[in-house]
């Protein structure tokens, strides 16, 4: 039985041994075949890379601060009656410019006239009590002198003379408010500027305490925006406005894509909000083509200062990196170079180069994302690229 089994042992070993050589065999084939070819880099080229170059200018470069504003009306008053009567009359369009004293509405003058007329001859009845109380006085001091009447009787005309005086005084104030009060019946435009729409019409009963009014004038040339700046950086704005220059200011539409209105900076507030850390500002506009309306949100932009004789290079032009910010020049092996910069001021697209740059050089402007330092290029376009700029 030992014997019958021997054969099926050595069929086991064989196989084993067959495995073992494949596994050993397949090891070695992945040890010594050679290694693959690298893939090609996307973005590789093995010529000169192709770009543009602009010269580093020496220009006067303008600072400019922006900020948010809203626009708020120089003037603006509500039109109301100081009388009570009914609104015979509306003398202005919505929407109409007028001037400041111009007739804009009449209330019924008919219960004033008669009230003026009624004090007019209270007065004169006043002034006739008047001429005879002095008239008395004059012959009793004559007859006093005469020793024909007694002391007693002339100081009692006298006084009565002064009570008639204060009834002449009194009267009269009373003849020039009925006068007033007539004169108010025909309202007029207390300050010059565009009128909104009507809030009452002929026929309305109008009373002196409406809260409403009968319209609102808002002055919209000039007008004003008010906007913040903070504190941080207030110092060369408030020290151009005590010395009396004149500080531009930009308004522009809400997406910033055009400016409605150019003015100046007028004044400052006297405190500085603690709650934001700003300074409230009002700058004036002319707003001739009146595109500024009361309420209306801007982005207001100043020209704090200008850096005179400045080195300019398009923003677009720096490169950031860990040791910090850098140009691309071309060298004389048309090779890119990278030089450290340090910047200054921005504004419009471009950016002022504090250290690291001299007018004239040559700075790479489009092809960027291709270069690394010591990398053949090939200019083009560099005198369009100047001219343009």
Known sequence: ????????????????????????????????????????????????????????????????????????????????????????????????????????????????????????????????????ARADLARFRTLHQQDSVARRQLETQEALVREHEGSLQAQTAAVDEAQLRLDYT???????????????????????????????????????????????????????????????????DRERREVLATGQVRTFDNQIDPATGTLQLRAEFANTEERLFPSQFVNVRLQVRTLDDAVVIPVDAVQYGARGTYVYLVDGEDRARTRSVVLGPTADGEVAVSEGLAGGEQVVLEGLDRLSEGRAVAVQGAAQAAQSR
Request: aromatic share 4%; proline share 8%.
């Open 1 to 132: 039985m030992a014997q019958a089994s021997s054969p099926r042992r050595g069929s086991r070993r064989f196989l084993v041994a067959a495995i073992v050589l494949a596994i050993v065999a397949g090891a070695l084939y992945l040890l010594l075949r050679p290694a693959p070819s690298a893939p090609p880099v996307r973005g590789q080229y093995a010529g000169p890379v192709p770009v543009t170059v602009v010269p580093a200018r020496r220009a006067p470069l303008p600072i400019h601060l922006d900020a948010v504003g809203t626009v708020a009306p120089l003037g603006q008053a509500l039109v109301r009656s100081r009388v009570d009567g009914e609104l015979l009359e509306i003398r202005f369009a919505e929407g109409q410019e007028v001037q400041a004293g111009e007739l804009l509405a009449v209330i019924d003058p008919r219960p004033y006239e008669i009230a003026l007329a009624q004090a007019r001859g209270q007065l004169r009845q006043i002034q006739a009590q008047l001429r005879n």
């Open 186 to 252: 025909r309202v007029v435009a207390p300050i010059g500027g565009r009128v909104g729409l009507r809030r009452a019409h002929p026929g309305n009963l109008i009373q002196a305490a409406d809260a409403d009014g009968i319209a609102l004038i808002t002055q919209t040339r000039p007008i004003s925006v008010l906007f913040s700046v903070s504190e941080t950086r207030m110092a060369h704005i408030l020290s151009a406005l005590r010395a009396g220059e004149a500080l531009a200011a930009q308004a522009w």
